[in-house]
């Protein structure tokens, strides 16, 4: 997500919950049955089927193939965020805070669990990747670094016999107590003791920093699936409230 797309989409998102959070201020149980309620309603739900047909044509090879002759998936993925949550801000509009029945309740709790789970689901995902891949060439750094210093330590064995006694976890906590560089603060050597135990936990940091980073991101991307699930039983629960409302009439005609 670029970074004007990502603002903007945070503004929307709030600008959703913001809508949300207006029901105890404000009641209006006719006005999703008035002409501008159904017109917010039907504009609301045919957006929020902009990321079903997203997921369609990321997922079906020869529709896929079609499609981006057309439009590119970047294009197509800005549509389905900005979609995905300007519909339901008209939903929510639409039912004019009105929280009486147990769909509408429903529909409108799935919309807001859909939309906030996958804003902050997508943010960390791309998040997490950016961190990986910028410390794993800081790794990569680290290692070049690691491996040049290994070598000039073997050509000096005194500075080698003045590490090797805390090459351990607890005594490299002491290390700081006993080892002194030989050089100037200002000067520091990448071959001094102090320096070279720095140098090997730094890299263990940043190992297991890629590792805790890597592991969420498994974890989250679980929870994109299950994103797409709650996704479908929100178009079902929709679909539902759309057979009621033509069911029971469309009373701006009455």
Known sequence: ??????IVATGLVALMLITWLGFPFHVSPRFAGSLWGGVLGVS????????????????IKRLKQFVTKYVAMRTLLSWHIYAGVVGPILVVIHSGHKFESPLGIALIALTLIVVVSGFVGRYLMQQFSTEIREKRALLQQLNTTYESAKSQLVSNPARAAAVRPYAGFFSRLAASLFLHDDAPSTALTVTSPTSLLRLAEAIADVEYAISTHEHFKRWFSKWLKLHIVISFALYGLMTLHVWAAIH???????
């Open 1 to 6: 997500m670029k970074e004007r797309e990502k």
């Open 44 to 59: 609301g739900a045919l957006l929020m089927l902009v990321p079903l047909a997203y997921m369609a044509v990321k997922r």
């Open 248 to 254: 029971f009439g469309f009373r701006w005609f009455e």
